[in-house]
């Protein structure tokens, strides 16, 4: 199971960045956050059944690190500047968590933090300019 949904959200890291690469957006951090948001809450949401049987009670704060971290990018967006500081701090979480809990279902959210960090790294591209001149 765990591989399943690793490999699922593999493959919606790659849908996503093909398509931000090919139909260039104007707001290219706002679709790789959402998605990386998107991608998370699936991520917990498949693998909430094998947690809970797995971990119990646990299971709320194993699966809800990172998709509280994922949030925060998506709220920080109304911040500029400081909004890619907080996707950089969102991946290392979303990393990290996914690191400290090893092969399980940690590796599940690594694909993620490569959204937020291409998030990070990627510029808005600036407004047109008119040719009314």
């Known amino acids: ?3 399943l949904v690793t ?3 593999v493959v919606g890291v790659l849908v996503v960045g093909v398509g931000v690469v090919v139909r260039k957006p104007v707001d290219a951090r706002r679709v790789l956050r959402w ?4 991608i998370t809450v699936l991520v917990a949401a498949a693998l909430t ?3 809970v049987d797995d971990s119990g009670s646990a299971a709320s704060y194993l699966l809800g690190v990172p998709v509280v971290a994922a949030v925060l990018p998506v709220l920080a967006q109304r911040f500029g500047r ?3 500081v907080v996707d950089l701090v969102a991946a290392l979480v979303i990393g990290g968590w996914g690191l400290l809990l090893g092969l399980g279902i940690g ?3 690594l694909p993620a ?3 937020l960090i291409a998030s990070a790294v990627v510029g808005t591209r600036p407004a047109r300019p008119s040719n009314a001149t």
Do not use: W
């Open 49 to 51: 059944p094998f947690t």
């Open 1 to 3: 199971m765990i591989d």
């Open 82 to 84: 400081l909004a890619g």
């Open 7 to 9: 490999v699922g959200a």
């Open 107 to 109: 590796a599940a959210f």
């Open 113 to 115: 933090t490569v959204l």
């Open 35 to 38: 998605s990386a948001l998107a």
